[in-house]
């Protein structure tokens, strides 16, 4: 059983920061790629940042310059640093990951889901 848990999220101004989290736990062989993705209201879910097991990097062009994405892979970890938020960041963000369990099947995981809001 694998198992994605974030933590982070919360209300902040715009301009401010946030630091999202999520581990990864369980039954786990390795970690391959890992992202955050997030869904607005009455928007579909988008793909926010994304890193490969190496470290590459990749951002949607809304949050390229005020979002850094990095993982710790001792810890099974991504974080999703936000600096600089503004109102239509507010969303629901959801780690996601690909990962090979002990059993040595490989799926993709997703975690609950963290709200942030973000006040003008």
């Known amino acids: 059983q694998v198992q994605l848990v974030e933590s982070g999220g919360g209300l902040v101004q715009a301009g401010g920061s946030l630091r999202l989290s999520c581990a990864a736990s369980?039954?786990?062989?390795?970690?391959?790629?890992m992202a955050w993705h997030r869904q607005a209201p009455g928007k579909q879910r988008e793909l926010v940042a994304h890193?490969?097991?190496?470290?590459?990097?990749n951002y949607a062009d809304s949050v390229k310059g005020r979002f850094t994405i990095s993982r710790d892979n001792a810890k099974n970890s991504v974080y999703l640093q936000m600096n600089n938020l503004k109102p239509e960041d507010t969303a629901v963000y959801y780690c996601?990951?690909?990962?090979?369990?002990?059993?040595?099947?490989?799926?993709?995981?997703w975690g609950q889901g963290t709200q942030v809001t973000v006040s003008s």
């Open positions: 890193i490969t097991g190496g470290g590459i990097t």
């Open positions: 996601a990951a690909v990962i090979t369990a002990q059993g040595m099947s490989t799926s993709a995981y």
């Open positions: 369980g039954s786990i062989f390795s970690v391959k790629a």
